[in-house]
């Protein structure tokens, strides 16, 4: 951090050496005024007289640079709120999550947490918007991503898997019956948890109450992750924030382990799909990315290529985003 003992002798010197210029020059200044303001804060008129001009600009470049040093903690504070400190990190994501879960006024079903506290009092799919924000019927999707994946990595045995992000646990528990195993929904939303353990748990399921970081660990190791409309990885293509958080999914994993995303195709916005080869490079993992896909056509013709065709054709027409895309990466040790 700046010492401010260093810009009170830089001010201190710039003070003497202008004294020094205004007092040798009095035939061609006439100077208004002769205090420190903002770095703008000096005008032509202050030297009004020939050669005043040159004098102008020197002065008002180095008041520019002590108005940067005097406020570069304030300036560094803003970067730090406004760039650096994302609403998507999982600090600024569980303080979004409390003040949610505490807010009993003005609930705001736009968000997760909104929709969740009304559903887990109500019930009301309707009311609570939740539609908006989880799947509720999530059977044929995860159907048919298992079959996908089944072609896919066809010597892959999947005896345990959890589920990121998970909210009410519709996703988790169609896991459960799909795949036929334990499987464990995390979710950093108290009440998105307590809901799901009332009304989407069967004999397979186990929800954790847990926020997903670079210290993130579970009591065991699974063969596969499901990160479904994850916020790390959609809406944003936080490179090193990426990397910290598959490194973590990856120590739950055991070897030839997977993880799955399964998220929009985001053509106009930031997400994980654009750094997928430098992740892969960095963590020397394997991956395989497969864009322009969507569960409902891929039903009637079952075939990726023929999926990425059309969907991309009714992206083109239509200049709206239709397609799905599905990324998995792969643990090699």
Known sequence: MFDISNELSTKKLLEESRSFYFSNKLDHFSIARNTWHSPFDFSVSEYSTLGGISSYYFFK?????????????????????????????????????????????????????????????????????????????????????????????????????????????????????????????????????????????????????????????????????????????????????????????FNNLKKNGLIIIYQLDWIKEKSVTENIKKITDYLNIDSKVISNFHPKVYNLIPSLQVTNIIISILSKVFKKTFGKTIIYLIKKW
Request: glycine fraction near 4%; include cysteine.
């Open 61 to 249: 470049s180095l008041n520019l640079l002590i108005w940067i040093k005097k406020y570069y903690f304030y300036i560094k504070y803003t970067w730090n709120i406004l760039i650096k400190n994302r609403w998507y990190y999982p600090e600024n994501l569980a303080k979004i999550e409390k003040n949610e879960r505490e807010n009993e006024n003005n609930i705001d079903l736009d968000t997760d947490y909104g929709s969740y506290k009304v559903m887990l009092k109500t019930g009301d799919k309707n009311l609570s918007k939740i539609s908006n924000h989880n799947d509720v019927n999530p059977q044929k999707k995860i159907s048919i991503l298992q079959s996908i994946t089944k072609k896919l990595f066809p010597n892959s045995k999947v005896n345990k898997l959890f589920n990121l992000g998970c909210g009410l646990g519709y996703e988790t528990k169609a896991l459960s019956e799909v795949y036929n195993c334990n499987v464990s929904g995390i979710d950093l939303s108290v009440e998105g948890i307590e809901f799901a353990k009332k009304y989407n748990s069967n004999s397979k399921t186990t929800y954790i109450n847990k926020v997903v970081d670079k210290n993130f660990l579970l009591s065991d190791k699974f063969n596969i992750c499901y990160a479904i409309e994850f916020y790390p990885f959609s809406r944003s293509n936080d490179l090193d924030f990426q990397i910290e958080i598959i490194e973590a999914i």
